[in-house]
Structure formats: structure tokens, C-alpha cells
């Protein structure tokens, strides 16, 4: 619990955290506010837009910690996807093992691109989902920091990085309001996280806020523009239409909802980094994992193998970031003297009670994004 103390604040207020109620709840003792545990994870989430249903969530995350004790994860993690009611046994099957097998697929990652941020003790990996980074860190004895939205799969993460040996420190909290002091985090990793927020400007101010000088930032998510099929959904062309057409594109080809997921292309992520962030960096397209690749259909599989020898080739990286199907962005967080830590608008003024939906708060700046968070950012490349 000291630990718990040390690294959380108040996602309102930003002041410190102390223990009450027999260790079941938390209290901001600047404001006040009471956060409860759940599975022994506390919830500092508050009403903001989330694609969370709040109630539904923290009696899925008990009943899932309640029902899979001595199970193997693998057990556990076929029971989140099974009581998924639009997963088909084969989607199970195949979520189920890509998920597992995730976190080995991701040492390439750890000790590639993400070296500066996942192998720092102490960093914070937002949209965390069943953990598989911080397992894939935990095999080289890094520990990190996990926050997600949803609870069930907190209780998932845990189990993941314990079976790889490493501590789990995890709590729920929206990407908008992050219960982490200022300035503290030695790194920071966003995967496939930003193209879900409600807020996507708030989201990197939090990001800024909360990044120590000279702390190392990773970000990936889908490009809007990308010539391959929409990932979320598997719809061609979805990114090319203005938003306000996307859901209603969405729904009359795939039947599938999409009010919830708000892609980004290159330009357009690097106007708000620029306008909501202190950090310097690179974009980077990188390749298709040959391990993904594996997973595929073969027609699927020949355009990916396609698509890695274009990108290997110097002269065609740049136009491959207006078309490629994900990117990356890597930077490190300046050091300016005068540092922004703007107070918490007032939006964000009370957490989330029973009976709350965050799905449907008051004031909605934008659609809020509907996540998967178990896909694992492994198949995001090499």
C-alpha cells in the first residue's frame, strides 16, 4: 500500500492519496474525494467519455477475480473473450493465443524501438490493457506502471506480469485525467491508444504533464489514410471520408459500430504534438512482424511481405507515411524552464460512482472511442 501511495495522486486535484476504510477505499487529502479498490485496484477514474460502462466493468473485473483463482492465464484470459458476445469461437481461439504469446513477440519491440521507454524502471504505460508490455518488460526485470480503463483487464494484466515474473502496479483511470504527479514519469508509452480518447489534445497534455525533463515518449497507432482495410472494423476506405460520415459508412458495410474511434494521420498528429507538447522526436513506419505475418491469410500475407520490401527501401519510406496502415512516433520530453501544468478544467469534478455511465456525461467535447484493449501492439510491427 505505500507503494499504491507514493505513485498515485488525485486525478481532480493532483493531491496526495491516503488510506481509509480498512484499505477498500482511498481519499484525496486535499479535496476529499473518495476513490474505491476493486480486486485490489484502485479506481481514479472519473466522469469523463469513456467507451467504459462503468458499473458493467467493475462487476466483470470481481467476478472474473472471484471465478479464475488457480486458473492458468490462458484460462483466464479465454474467459474475458468468450463473455465477449460478438466473439465467434474462432475469433476466441485466435485472440486468445495472440494474446498470450504477445508479450515474447514483444521483447523485439522492447529492445528495438521501445528501448528508451520500456526498459526504464518505473514507466508508465498507458491503455495498458492485459498487460502485455509490462510483461514483455518484466522479462528483462523492468518494472512499470499500468493504467487502463477498464478494470477487467487489470485483472488480467496483474496475472500476465506476475506469470512473468514481474510486480504489478496498476490502476484504472482515463487517459484524459491521469492520477500521476507532475513532472514524475521516467517514460511514457502510448500504444494504440490515442485513435480511442475522447479528448486526444487532453490526452497528450496529460502526457506533457506528467513526463520528467528528458523523459523518453512512444507513441503507435493506425493511420487514417492507410490504403489497407480499417483495423478496427476491416472496412476499406473508412479514413478517407469526413468523420461525421465514417460511423454511418461503417455500419451499412460492416453492420459493426464505430462512433467510438477517431484515427490520425501523420500531419495530423504532428500538429497537436506540436501545439499540445514540449517533446522533439521522429515518426517511423515500421515493418509487418514476420510473426504477425504468420497469422495472416495468405493473400493477406503476401501483400504484408509487399509491403516490408517497400519499406525497406529508403527512397519510399516518406511517401509511406501517408499511406501506410500504422506509425510510430518516438521523442524525448524537453526541458523547459518554463514548464505548463495547467490545473484541471472543471469538467473533470467528481469520479465515478455506482449508477455513473461514463458513456454519457453531461458535456461530450467529442464522440467517445470504443476500445479493444487487448490488441496487443506486438502485431504493430517489428
Known amino acids: 500500500m505505500v507503494d499504491l501511495l507514493t505513485v498515485w495522486c488525485c486525478p481532480i486535484c493532483r ?78 481461439d485466435y485472440r486468445v493465443r495472440q494474446v498470450v504469446a504477445s508479450p515474447a513477440r514483444l521483447r523485439r519491440q522492447v529492445h528495438g524501438w521501445l528501448r528508451d ?23 528483462d526485470g523492468v518494472s512499470g506502471i499500468g493504467i487502463d480503463a477498464s478494470l477487467e483487464w487489470l485483472v488480467v494484466a496483474r496475472r500476465m506480469i506476475e506469470a512473468h515474473g514481474g510486480r504489478a502496479t496498476l490502476c484504472a483511470a482515463l487517459c484524459e485525467a491521469l492520477p500521476i504527479p507532475d513532472a514524475s514519469a521516467p ?30 515518449f512512444a507513441l503507435a497507432t493506425p493511420n487514417r489514410f492507410s490504403v489497407s482495410a480499417e ?30 474511434v477517431r484515427l490520425l494521420s501523420v500531419p495530423g498528429l504532428k500538429r497537436l504534438m506540436k501545439r499540445e507538447t514540449h517533446f522533439d522526436g521522429r515518426f517511423i513506419v515500421p515493418r509487418i512482424a514476420d ?25 519510399l519510406r516518406w511517401p509511406l507515411f501517408a499511406i501506410a496502415p500504422f506509425f510510430r512516433f518516438i521523442g524525448v520530453r524537453r526541458g523547459d524552464a518554463s514548464r505548463r501544468a495547467a490545473p484541471m478544467p472543471a469538467d473533470v469534478a467528481v469520479p465515478l460512482r455506482r449508477g455513473d455511465d461514463a458513456r454519457a456525461p453531461q458535456r461530450t467535447p467529442v464522440p467517445s472511442p470504443r476500445r479493444d484493449p487487448a490488441q496487443p501492439p506486438a502485431p504493430r510491427g517489428d
Request: charged fraction near 30%; proline fraction near 5%; charge should be positive.
Open 15 to 92: 493531491g496526495r492519496l491516503a488510506v481509509e476504510a480498512r484499505d477498500t477505499r482511498l481519499a484525496c487529502v486535499r479535496c476529499g474525494t473518495p476513490f474505491e479498490m476493486f480486486a485490489g485496484i484502485p479506481d481514479l477514474r472519473v466522469a469523463r467519455p469513456s467507451w467504459v460502462n462503468v458499473d458493467t466493468d467493475r462487476e466483470a473485473a470481481l467476478r472474473l477475480e472471484r471465478d479464475t483463482r488457480g486458473m492458468a492465464l490462458e484460462s483466464v484470459v479465454r474467459r474475458v473473450f468468450s463473455n465477449q458476445e460478438h466473439r465467434t469461437d474462432a475469433e476466441v
Open 187 to 216: 517514460a511514457i508509452a502510448s500504444l494504440d491508444v490515442i485513435e480511442h480518447c475522447g479528448d486526444q489534445r487532453r490526452h497528450l497534455r496529460e502526457i506533457d504533464r506528467i513526463a520528467a525533463p528528458g523523459s523518453s
Open 117 to 139: 521507454v520500456a526498459l526504464i524502471p518505473g514507466y508508465v504505460d498507458l491503455g495498458c490493457g492485459p498487460g502485455l508490455l509490462l510483461a514483455a518488460s518484466a522479462d
Open 231 to 260: 483495423p478496427h472494423v476491416g472496412v476499406w476506405g473508412v479514413g478517407w471520408l469526413p468523420a461525421r460520415w465514417q460511423e454511418r459508412y461503417v455500419r451499412m458495410r460492416s453492420g459493426k459500430p464505430y462512433e467510438y
Open 291 to 315: 510473426e504477425e505475418i504468420a497469422l495472416f491469410a495468405e493473400r493477406r500475407a503476401k501483400i504484408a511481405r509487399a509491403y516490408n520490401r517497400v519499406a525497406e527501401l529508403r527512397m
